[in-house]
C-alpha cells in the first residue's frame, strides 16, 4: 500500500526505498517523539520515554555495580571555565548556546549552557580532591544537554538531549585507562545484551578524537542501511583538564603534588535511534524485549456474550505474566478494527502478540505471534504464562543474531581503492591506514563521506601501506571505515 494512502495512515516509506524517509516515519507514527517548538528539539512521548527509562535503568545498575555514584552539576557553566581548556572549547565552540541576558539585564560573564560537563566538573574535582586517599573519585550525571545542531533529526542529533556523563579522577595513566576501557566494556555489554546491536569496540584516530582527550573509544554499531552509528563513547583525558583546573593530590610517597589522571564517557538517546536502525523494518519498529515497553500485547476477541469469557481468560493471564515481571498490555479498544491494532502494534515493536478469541477458548488455546519473525503459533493457555519469558529470551537471542549476521555480511576486508568504494557503498571496509588527519579528509571527499569508525581492539596484526595514500600504515592493524550518521 502506498505511503500516505487514505486506507492506512500510518503506513511507512519502504527501507529500499529511502532510509531516511523510513526512520522519520516510524519515530513519528511508532508515537516514539513528537516536533518540539524550537527548531531541532523533540518532545519525548511516553512511549519512547519509557523505552529510554528501560535502557537508563540498565545502564544505571551497571554503572553502580562499578563503583561510581550519581551527582548532579549545573546547567549553566561560565563561559570562563571552558576556555580554560582551549582544544576543549575549540571543539565545541560551533555548538555552543550562550546566555548573554537574564533578569532583565546583560550579564557581567556570559553562561554556556551545558554541553557536556568536564569544566563544571573539573572545577569541583579540584576542591574535593586533596591526597591520593580521595581517589579514584568516580561521579556519574544524568542530564540534558544542549549543541546547537545544523542538521538536527530525532534521537541522532538533536539541540537538547538526554545522557548520562561519567567523570572519574585518578593518581595515573594506568588506573585511568583502566577506568576507560572498563566503561567502554559496560557499553559494549549494554548494546549486545539489552540492545541485541553487536557493536564493534575499538580506539578513534586521532583526527575523530573527543576534544581535548588523549585517546577516545568507541562502540559503533551498523545500521540497516549499512550505516555506522556511534553509540558509546569513552575518553582518557591525562592530565589537560586537571592541569587547566589545578586537580592535584599529594601523593602516597612523598607527599609532593601530582595532576590527577581523569577520564570521561557517555551514552545518550541517540542509542534509541539505533535500536530504530538497527532492528527496523518496513513494518516499523522492532523493539528487543529487554527494553520493550510492552513485551507482551493481548488482543482479546468477541463480540456480545461470547466477549466475558475470553475477557476473564485474559485477566487471568495477565496476572500470571505481570507475577513473572513480565510487561503485558490489553489492547481493547472497541474504536478500531482488529487489523488496525495488529498492525499497529507491529509498528511499535511489541516483541509478542496474543490473540485469544471464543474459538480459541473453546480449544484452551490462543494464537502466539513473533514480531522478529512473523510466525504465528497456536499454544495451550494452560502453562502458556510459564513459557512466554522463555520466548521473550528466544527472541532477544533471534535478534541479537540477526543483526550479527547483516553486519558481518557487510564488513569487507579490502585492498584496492575501487574495492573500498565498492563497501562503504553499503557497508563498512576493513582496511590499512596511515592515521593522518589530512588522509582521513581526502578519504572524506573521494567517497561518499566515509570516515574512520574505529582501530577495532580485537584486530589481527598487519602492517602494509595506506589504501588511499600509500604511506605506512599507522596502528599496526587495520581500520574500519563507513559512512555514519
Same mark, same amino acid.
Given at each position: 500500500m502506498a505511503k500516505g494512502s487514505a486506507k492506512d495512515e500510518r503506513a511507512v516509506t519502504p527501507q529500499s526505498e529511502n532510509f531516511s524517509d523510513w526512520y522519520n516515519d516510524v519515530v513519528l507514527r511508532a508515537q516514539l517523539v513528537d516536533r518540539g517548538? %524550537?527548531?531541532?528539539?523533540?518532545?519525548?512521548?511516553?512511549?519512547?520515554?519509557?523505552?529510554?527509562?528501560?535502557?537508563?535503568?540498565a545502564l544505571d545498575g551497571r554503572i553502580k555495580d562499578t563503583g561510581h555514584e550519581n551527582a548532579y552539576f549545573p546547567l549553566f557553566i561560565p563561559e570562563s571555565y571552558l576556555k580554560r581548556e582551549a582544544e576543549h572549547v575549540e571543539g565545541f565552540s560551533p555548538e555552543l548556546a550562550v546566555v548573554t541576558h537574564a533578569g532583565g539585564k546583560e550579564l557581567e560573564e556570559p553562561l554556556v549552557v551545558r554541553p557536556t560537563s568536564e569544566t563544571i566538573i573539573g572545577e569541583m574535582m579540584a576542591k574535593w580532591i586533596a591526597s591520593h586517599r580521595d581517589l579514584p573519585l568516580l561521579l556519574n550525571q544524568w542530564a540534558n544537554v544542549v549543541r546547537w545542531e545544523l542538521r538536527p533529526r530525532m534521537f541522532l542529533r538533536t539541540t537538547e538531549f538526554l545522557w548520562q556523563e561519567g567523570h572519574t579522577a585518578h593518581v595515573?595513566? %594506568?588506573d585511568a585507562m583502566r577506568e576507560t576501557l572498563q566503561m567502554l566494556d559496560v557499553y559494549v555489554e549494554i548494546a549486545r545484551d539489552w540492545a541485541?546491536?553487536?557493536?564493534?569496540p575499538g580506539e578513534k584516530t586521532a583526527?575523530?578524537?573527543?576534544a581535548g582527550a588523549l585517546r577516545t573509544f568507541t562502540i559503533e554499531g551498523m545500521m540497516r542501511d549499512g550505516k555506522a552509528l556511534q553509540s558509546g563513547t569513552s575518553h582518557y583525558m591525562g592530565t589537560n583538564f586537571a592541569k587547566a583546573f589545578d586537580i592535584k593530590y599529594a601523593d602516597a610517597s612523598s607527599g609532593g603534588q601530582q595532576y590527577c589522571h581523569t577520564t570521561s564517557w557517555g551514552m545518550s538517546t541517540r542509542m534509541i535511534g539505533a535500536i530504530i536502525m538497527a532492528h527496523g523494518d518496513d513494518k516499523g519498529l522492532m523493539l528487543p524485549p529487554k527494553l520493550a515497553p510492552h513485551q507482551v500485547v493481548i488482543v482479546p476477541m468477541g463480540k456480545g456474550d461470547a466477549a466475558g469469557p475470553v475477557l476473564e481468560a485474559v485477566d487471568a493471564l495477565v496476572a500470571e505474566l505481570k507475577a513473572l515481571k513480565v510487561r503485558v498490555h490489553v489492547d481493547d479498544r472497541p474504536q478500531v478494527s482488529m487489523g488496525f491494532k495488529f498492525n499497529d502494534h507491529e509498528m511499535r515493536g511489541v516483541p509478542l502478540r496474543i490473540a485469544i478469541g471464543p474459538r480459541d477458548l473453546e480449544n484452551g488455546v490462543a494464537e502466539v505471534a513473533r514480531r522478529v519473525t512473523g510466525e504465528k503459533e497456536s499454544l495451550p493457555l494452560a502453562g502458556l504464562a510459564a513459557a512466554i519469558p522463555g520466548i521473550l529470551d528466544e527472541i532477544q537471542a533471534a535478534?541479537?543474531?540477526r543483526a550479527t549476521e547483516f553486519r558481518d555480511a557487510n564488513i569487507h576486508t579490502v585492498d584496492t581503492w575501487?574495492?573500498?568504494l565498492e563497501a562503504t557503498n553499503t557497508g563498512w571496509a576493513r582496511v590499512l591506514h596511515c592515521g593522518q588527519p589530512a588522509c582521513e579528509d581526502d578519504i572524506k571527499a573521494a567517497s561518499a563521506a566515509a570516515t574512520p569508525r574505529c582501530i577495532p581492539?580485537?584486530?589481527?596484526?598487519?602492517?602494509?601501506?595506506?589504501i588511499r595514500c600509500n604511506a605506512p600504515a599507522a596502528y599496526g592493524t587495520r581500520v574500519l571505515f563507513g559512512r555514519a550518521y
Open positions: 517548538p %524550537a527548531k531541532g528539539t523533540m518532545v519525548i512521548r511516553p512511549y519512547g520515554y519509557r523505552l529510554w527509562e528501560l535502557l537508563q535503568s595515573d595513566e %594506568a541485541a546491536i553487536p557493536v564493534v583526527g575523530e578524537r573527543f535478534m541479537l543474531a575501487d574495492a573500498f581492539n580485537d584486530g589481527e596484526p598487519e602492517e602494509g601501506t595506506c
